[in-house]
């Protein structure tokens, strides 16, 4: 029994550990470079004009800054690609005749709260790509552009569980 007791305690310590570290994986540096996408509307079409948006800068900014060495470099190549970006929302918007409008801004931008892989982001001003389709008012998508720390990832709605062997371990014998 004792035995038992203090095994439960150390993968406890240990679990405790592994999550913390997780969590500060996760955290976004105070010079990243975040992108914001936010769609017209919440309507079927505007979240799909959004997505195929989405797809195409997050390859051409993954082609563009892969190389990055920092932040002053990524924004400098953000800042001399702002042409190519456009070209690209215009080229998408056009091939699926969406006649809403749109507007690029490179700089200090609002982000709302969101909480993210069990991380919460605090709302605020960052530097950042922001692409707003039409009256802007659907639900964004947004990852961090540099480090790229989402880029060419799954979408923002995606659900990951994730699961501890020695949780699982546990809740077996507990149960």
């Known amino acids: 029994m004792k035995r038992t007791v203090i ?3 150390i993968i406890g310590v240990f679990y405790v550990f592994i999550s913390d570290a997780m969590a500060k994986k996760l955290t976004i540096p105070s010079d990243a470079i975040r992108i914001r996408i936010i769609p017209n509307s919440n309507s079927a079409f505007d979240q799909d004009i ?6 195409k800068i997050e390859i051409t900014m993954y082609d563009l800054l892969k190389d990055a060495k920092s932040s002053e470099e990524a924004e400098e190549i953000i800042k001399n690609n702002l042409e190519l970006v456009d070209k690209d929302v215009k080229s998408i918007l056009s091939e699926e005749n969406y006649d809403k409008g749109y ?4 700089g200090e931008n609002y982000f709302p709260e969101k909480e993210y892989k069990g991380v919460k982001y605090e709302s605020g001003y960052y530097e950042s790509l922001l692409i707003t389709l039409g009256k802007g008012e659907g639900d964004n998508w947004w990852c961090v552009l540099f480090p ?28």
């Open 7 to 9: 095994l439960l305690l």
């Open 50 to 55: 959004k997505l195929k948006v989405k797809d």
């Open 103 to 106: 507007k690029i801004n490179f």
């Open 148 to 175: 790229p720390l989402c880029l060419i990832e799954g979408e923002e709605n995606t659900e990951v569980e994730y699961k501890s062997i020695v949780m699982e371990i546990i809740e077996k014998y507990l149960s």
